[in-house]
């Protein structure tokens, strides 16, 4: 085995800062909004113990969603440019030089974009899911079942087209508690702000397992494909 191949699993430290965490996990608390934490559509606390609100479609929460859907695409960038066939190998990209000539999108001239065409080019092709803020209770919460996180649970594909998945940790000061991949032997410790990023298929199969000694909250929701009548119906340049 070669012990320098990606794991594709990154963390980017301080995504967020400490004051707009601990803002979060206040507000968390104060809202009395948190249900139990459901695993694919149900509640089965043996496989999942949690207290979840869900972000989406609630005007109230807004804001944070901007505040996270902002630190985390700052991160996915980052991510592309360390593993750029995150977008290139599942589509046949194509892109516009300055003089309106399209060429297909290689890992090189991906990473030499700037900005601002890798960010068009991201939201082209990408787009945000649904964000839950958890709390996982000390010495009884977790999510100790290994899964991942594609599934076909629904008609319309919806969680099929989960091509990442992210975690913000909110806390930390807490023992265990760890993201703990499967096959890549791998555990990353909950550290206040840092932004986890994971492929979202079997490859990354995951647990989170349970916080000792104080309660764990963190941010998750996943980085999706848009809709195939997005990509292929109004001239997105996706090639498939």
Known sequence: MDDTAPDFIEVFPDALDRAQCAAMIERFERSGADQPGLVGGGHRPDLKDSRDITLAGKPEWQDIEQQLNAAVFKGVMAYLRRHPYTLIAPLM???ADPDGRRHR?????????????????AQTVLRPGAINLQRY??????YPYWHCELFPRDAHGETLHRHLLWTVYLNEGFGA????????????????????????????THRGNRPEGGDKYIATSWVLFQRAETLYGGGAGARG
């Open 93 to 95: 990209l194509e892109v």
């Open 105 to 121: 999108l290689t890992a090189e001239r991906l990473q030499a974009m700037d900005d601002e065409a890798l960010a068009g080019v």
């Open 137 to 142: 209770t000390g010495g009884r919460g977790g």
């Open 177 to 204: 508690g760890e993201t703990e991949f499967l096959h890549q032997r791998r555990k990353v410790a909950p550290r206040t702000g840092s932004l986890l990023i994971a492929p979202a298929a079997f490859t990354h």
